[in-house]
């Protein structure tokens, strides 16, 4: 039981200070909360822990949303979580961990080259339709769209508060969108949403640290964070593979 409470206490405060701050920590966060909880049945635990902060953070970034980029991303985002939700009912989630690691790395390689070969196909619609697809997918059988989704916004060329907020809101509705999908699967009951409350002290805490941190952050800086963490996630796939 301390165990279980520890790291859901990690893994709420990382939760609420990803969601509050840079974003793009979710891969960081899936393998610690299998130390309590292995297997698919992390995603569903983790499930309520992202609806709450999606809460907290669409009512502190209500402002400056981009939603002419959330219209375009949404059309294909569902047929990725359908195809998604088909994979973890069907195979072994994981047999993606490592097709996983390289979509992370392939993307963070893409960024890299957008810096100094700059191309406007990344923000096309179609661009968006992809990217939606992607995120849509890697969400539902990791609970990690974080990162593809921030290194898809910051090509975007947004403020960072707009950058900030546009995410937010996507994220909200991936997540909910979520819930009609794990349920059959047995993800999410009635037992496992009691159990991932015991995260939200952490989850509070991270939040606060979150948002003031984010204030401090240029946008250089911030760029690099968020390529830093995707890294990082993509390395954690490859050695929990």
Partial sequence: ????????????????????????????????IMIAFPGPE???????????????AVFSYRSKVAWSVVWHFIPLLLLGMLLGSYVLATIDPNDFVTCLGVIMISMIGLSLYLDYHPAMF????????????????????????GPVLSLFLLEQKLDK??????RTWILFMVNLLKIPLFI???????????????????LIIGAFIGYHFLKKVNPNQFKWLIRGMAFAAAVNLFLFA
């Fill in 184 to 202: 059959p699967l047995g993800l999410l009951t009635e037992s496992s949403v009691i159990i991932s409350l015991q995260g939200v002290p952490g």
């Fill in 42 to 56: 992390a995603l569903g635990m983790l499930l309520p822990l992202y609806l709450i902060t999606d809460v907290m």
């Fill in 122 to 145: 990344m923000q096309s619609k179609n661009a968006a339709y992809g990217m939606g697809f992607l995120s849509g997918f890697i969400s539902t059988v990791s609970n990690a769209a």
């Fill in 161 to 166: 508060q707009t950058y900030v907020s546009t």
């Fill in 1 to 32: 039981m301390d165990t279980t409470f520890g790291v859901l206490f990690l893994a709420g405060l990382i939760t609420g200070f990803s969601k509050f701050s840079v974003g793009g920590m979710g891969l960081l966060i899936v393998p610690i």
